[in-house]
């Protein structure tokens, strides 16, 4: 899954088009190009937590608020090819990471203020789910930018 989100994310971009990135699946919801941004800003926060989770013992994960972050994707000066390549090349680096660390780090012990005592694994399935739960918003978009 977490290979091959990238590629899954041009597809459906390719398909949305300028406007239909744009599209948001209801009122007050973010539009398509708002959650890539967000993509984006997650693979920051993925790799920060990585890194500092293999790097410490004993880590303790910072939570963000993702509505203050998403402030920005309001103005669309951050555009799909920007958040788009950052995503990719930023996953592309955090997979190359995982790859290379030790077996026994997945089983590392790290804690998130809001979720308590999780393994380092839990942290690379979060990446995998919320890629999954992007994926799917996103995939909703195109179905109805589809049917206009």
């Known amino acids: 899954m977490i290979a091959a989100t990238s590629g899954r994310l041009a597809q459906l971009f ?4 300028t406007a239909g990135a744009e599209r948001s699946p209801a009122p ?5 190009r ?3 941004c967000h993509l984006a800003d997650c693979e920051v926060a993925f790799a920060f937590r990585l890194r500092q989770a293999y790097a410490e013992p004993h880590h303790v994960i910072q939570p963000f608020d993702q509505d203050a972050w998403a402030g920005v994707y309001e103005s669309g000066a951050l555009d799909v090819a920007a958040a ?3 995503y990719s090349a930023l996953r592309k680096w955090n997979i190359r990471f995982l790859e290379s660390v030790p077996p026994d780090t997945m089983s590392k012990v ?3 203020p809001e ?3 999780m393994m380092f694994r839990v942290v690379v399935e979060t990446m995998a789910g919320h890629d999954i739960n992007h994926l799917r918003q996103i995939e909703l978009i195109a179905s109805l930018s589809a049917e206009l």
């Open 14 to 17: 390719d398909t949305l088009g």
């Open 28 to 32: 007050g919801k973010w539009s398509a």
């Open 34 to 36: 708002q959650i890539l």
């Open 84 to 86: 788009l390549e950052t």
């Open 110 to 112: 790290l804690t998130h």
């Open 115 to 117: 979720r308590g005592g």
